[in-house]
């Protein structure tokens, strides 16, 4: 993911996807600091919120963390995966 986010880094699938990564890779400050570059409107999509909310919960980055549970969609319509992901976060945050 990391070289194909080199390739293209104004692609915002490719930056959570190496933010995602970095994360699993205990490597959470990074990966906060790739989604801080991310444009505002790229951050509010939905499909992307269970990424944002677990990788910001990790970095104790409560607002941001909150906000992005706000947008998730409902367990039911995400992958089991990406729920966990949002149980994760809201654990993490305290929501």
């Known amino acids: ?10 692609n915002a699938y490719y930056a959570v996807g190496d933010a995602l990564a970095l994360w699993e890779l205990g490597r959470t400050k990074e990966a ?7 444009p ?3 951050k509010q999509m939905p499909a992307r919120a269970p990424y944002l909310a677990v ?9 941001e963390a909150q906000a992005a549970l706000g947008r998730a969609p409902k367990p039911a319509d ?18």
């Open 1 to 10: 993911m990391d070289e194909l986010h080199a390739q293209d880094p104004a």
């Open 32 to 38: 906060c600091a790739l989604l801080d570059g991310l």
């Open 40 to 42: 505002d409107t790229e």
């Open 55 to 63: 990788i910001y919960a990790s970095g104790r980055r409560m607002p």
């Open 78 to 95: 995400l992958l089991p995966e990406e729920a966990a992901l949002v149980a994760k976060a809201a654990a993490l945050s305290g929501g």
